[in-house]
T-cell receptor, first 113, second 112 residues
Framework: GENVEQHPSTLSVQEGDSAVIKCTYS??????FPWYKQELGKGPQLIID?????GEKKDQRIAVTLNKTAKHFSLHITETQPEDSAVYFC????????????FGSGTRLSIRP | KAGVTQTPRYLIKTRGQQVTLSCSPI?????VSWYQQTPGQGLQFLFE???????NKGNFPGRFSGRQFSNSRSEMNVSTLELGDSALYLC???????????FGPGTRLTVL
């Protein structure tokens, strides 16, 4: 079936440390994997995405890795800051047409000062 | 460039009523997707429209429907509201598909 599993559901890290969130997907045809950050009272905000022809992508303190064989992808945040506290969602396109996005269940990230 | 706008932001309805929510995408964006967000079920895909055509839909009952107009603005309708329909309804737009979607702030629907 169409499924994206996300772990952990909650994550607390010391400011300055790294945070890692992991996801797995079910559809081998998935070719687009975005990550979203959602702050209280707001809609999700795209922070980084990766396509199936790329294994890793970085944008300043954020990086995403993709293992197509294992159907795994991960978000890495380095040098965490208080403003990184939010709920993070991974997602994957379903089917070759990529007109349907399925989201993971979310990870609540808390940065301890 | 203005972001995705959704109206109304908050809505209270009673069981059995129907509701229509509106979404205006970012200028130039032709794809609009709708999602339902609840604490228990997370973010669930409702449907996606492109050039006034529904290209894909999620696993929701027929009470949930949508449409897209020639200017790319979209509406979704929920008929015969149930208590379980209480949720944040999010709209997202992109240039040509769910790739690089930009979300609106959502409409908070409460069904009493």
């Amino acid at each position: 079936g169409e499924n994206v599993e996300q772990h952990p559901s909650t994550l607390s890290v010391q400011e300055g440390d790294s945070a890692v969130i992991k996801c797995t997907y079910s559809d081998s045809a998935s070719n687009y994997f975005p990550w979203y950050k959602q702050e209280l009272g707001k809609g999700p905000q795209l922070i980084i995405d990766i396509r199936s022809n790329v294994g890793e992508k970085k944008d300043q303190r954020i990086a995403v890795t993709l293992n197509k064989t294992a159907k795994h992808f991960s978000l890495h945040i380095t040098e965490t800051q208080p403003e990184d506290s939010a709920v993070y969602f991974c997602a994957a396109s379903m089917g070759s047409s990529a007109s349907k996005i399925i989201f993971g269940s979310g990870t609540r990230l808390s940065i301890r000062p | 460039k203005a972001g995705v706008t959704q109206t109304p932001r908050y809505l209270i309805k009673t069981r059995g009523q129907q509701v229509t929510l509106s979404c205006s995408p970012i200028s130039g964006h032709r794809s609009v997707s709708w999602y339902q967000q609840t604490p228990g079920q997370g973010l669930q895909f409702l449907f996606e429209y492109f050039s006034e055509t529904q290209r894909n839909k999620g696993n929701f009952p027929g009470r949930f429907s949508g449409r897209q107009f020639s200017n790319s603005r979209s509406e979704m309708n929920v008929s015969t509201l149930e208590l379980g329909d209480s949720a944040l309804y999010l709209c997202a737009s992109s240039l040509s598909g769910p790739n690089e979607q930009f979300f609106g702030p959502g409409t908070r629907l409460t069904v009493l």
